[in-house]
């Protein structure tokens, strides 16, 4: 069982960049694959990264790549997501997630736990 909080979060224009964070509670946090998903109002919620639990192997959604790169940092059982050359079509709230697997999923089904989300704003 984790609890996730994600923070960094807001409005940045077109081009821009943001680092969000992910902070985790739980005795099992370097167990855990990871993943950050977004969803538009509206929207389904969308794959963007996953880490797995060693943090040596990363996936990314083709939209991505290049820009994006996830980390983590199990001694402080914090996941984070760099995110470079923000367009407007990426406005979307971003959730931190989390499954009871040390391998990498891009399906949000296999999650067992989400953070509350962060709204990220990306102005033209």
């Known amino acids: 069982q984790v609890q996730l909080v994600e923070s960094g979060g807001g409005l940045v224009q077109a081009g821009g960049s943001l680092r969000l964070s992910c902070a985790a509670s739980?005795?099992?946090?370097?167990?855990?694959?990871m993943g950050w998903f977004r969803q538009a109002p509206g929207e389904e919620r969308e794959f963007v990264t996953a880490i797995s639990y060693s943090g040596y192997t990363t996936y990314y959604a083709d939209s991505v790549k290049g820009r994006f790169a996830i980390s983590r940092d199990n001694a402080k059982n914090m996941v984070y997501l760099q995110m470079n050359s923000l367009k407007p079509e990426e406005t979307a709230v971003y959730y931190c997630?989390?499954?009871?697997?040390?391998?990498?999923?891009?399906?949000?089904?296999?999650?067992?736990?989400w953070g509350q989300g962060t709204q990220v704003t990306v102005s033209s």
């Open positions: 739980g005795r099992t946090f370097g167990n855990y694959g």
């Open positions: 997630a989390a499954r009871r697997s040390r391998t990498t999923s891009y399906r949000a089904v296999e999650y067992d736990y």
